[in-house]
């Protein structure tokens, strides 16, 4: 019989899907002051794989991902899931843009073997992680590169996130060989 031993700390980052620049630099804003500073941020790409979110966010949705510095507690992802729900009306009230979801937060954890974002949705990949909320494996990290899965989102499998996603994987392996993370 395994002994029970608590989570290694993880990184979260949040993907942010936004209408426009100004609704791209609230959402970080909010993302920052919510969860703490940041240590990295991803370039600003087009949002073009689908128009899943063209009626919500408009018509150029660009993406960025940012990495929240403190290393967390996996077990954290249902409430902070919960927080960028509440974010994301907070904003859209804020920003008054006429668009019923100008920003859309998307927190994740990277850990050094993958991956896992989570979600409102319930589906054949996903498991319930409590507080009416779901998490996937998204990617795996193995042998130096991220893989995905026939799930997989379309903008994931893509390789374009993939070196920030490493970058992020990376500073959290320095953060544990340093003991910031334990």
């Not at 100004?22 to 949002?47: I, K, M, N, Y």
């Not at 077990?75 to 729900?85: P, S, V, Y």
Request: hydrophobic fraction near 35%.
């Amino acid at each position: 019989m395994g002994t029970p031993e608590p989570p290694s700390p993880v990184k979260l980052i949040v993907g942010i899907l936004a209408a426009d620049d100004r609704c791209l630099r609230a959402a970080v804003e909010a993302v920052t002051a919510d969860f703490g500073a940041s240590d990295l941020h991803s370039e600003v790409w087009p949002f073009t794989q689908t128009e899943y979110y063209k009626d919500e966010t408009g018509e150029h949705i660009l993406r960025q991902f940012v990495s929240i510095d403190t290393p967390i507690d996996p077990g954290e992802l249902a409430a902070i899931k919960h927080r960028t729900n509440a974010m994301e009306l907070e904003l859209a009230e804020r920003l008054s843009t006429g668009l019923p979801r100008p920003v859309n937060l998307d927190p994740g954890l990277i850990e050094p073997s993958k991956l896992v974002l989570a979600s409102t949705k319930n589906f054949a990949h996903r498991i319930y992680i409590g507080r009416n909320m779901y998490a996937e494996v998204t990617l795996s990290f193995h042998q130096g590169v991220w893989k995905s899965y026939p799930f997989t989102f379309p903008d994931f499998r893509d390789d374009r996130y993939h070196p920030f996603l490493s970058q992020v994987r990376q500073r959290l392996v320095e953060q544990r060989r340093k003991g910031i993370a334990n």
